[in-house]
């Protein structure tokens, strides 16, 4: 992410799910929406307004993409 500047190149908001539990909350929301287990729910975790991506590789893949690397 830093090394190829993704934040310049798509925009993105962060949030800290392990001590906020609002941002918990909305994670498991929008883990639900997309027929995830909210139980088990994993970060990296990147929900696009549509789709789910989950994992570093699925993450990294969708930054990759949408950055034109």
Known sequence: MQTNKIAEKVSFI???????????????????KCGMPTDSIGVPFLWDGEKCYAGQIEVTDFFKQKAGI
Not at 19 to 31: H, Q, T
């Open 14 to 32: 962060e949030k800290e799910v392990y001590n906020n539990a609002a941002n918990a909350a909305d994670l498991a929301d929008k883990a639900k």
